[in-house]
């Protein structure tokens, strides 16, 4: 079991910046791929962003590449999403979730951490 929890979350005029947080723990992440994930009201679930944790290869949703940075801390056992530029449609509950290899599905989650942009 992989058990994930966020911080971070936020009110945030349009233009500016917050740093997303997701502390991991319960195994070693090394074969795992960490995801951040977004749900507007009335919209579905969408996958903003991903890293795997060994090699640090990441993907970027087209709505948010340039704007917002995902990393890891391998000390930390931490995962962080910085969204930069941020925008009103950048609005949703944020999810930290992970997936063993790179080719499962996502079946950790967290609980979500509201982000709210003001225009």
């Known amino acids: 079991q992989v058990q994930l929890v966020e911080s971070g979350g936020g009110l945030v005029q349009a233009g500016g910046a917050l740093r997303l947080s997701c502390a991991a723990s319960g195994r070693t992440l090394s074969m795992y791929d960490m995801g951040w994930f977004r749900q507007a009201p009335g919209k579905e679930r969408e996958l903003v962003a991903s890293i795997n944790w060994r090699y640090a290869g990441t993907y970027y949703a087209d709505s948010v590449r340039g704007r917002f940075t995902i990393s890891r801390d391998t000390a930390r056992n931490t995962v962080y999403l910085q969204m930069n530029s941020l925008k009103p449609e950048d609005t949703a509950v944020y999810y930290c979730?992970?997936?063993?290899?790179?080719?499962?599905?996502?079946?950790?989650w967290g609980q979500g951490t509201q982000v709210t942009v003001s225009s």
């Open positions: 979730a992970a997936r063993y290899g790179s080719r499962s599905e996502y079946n950790y």
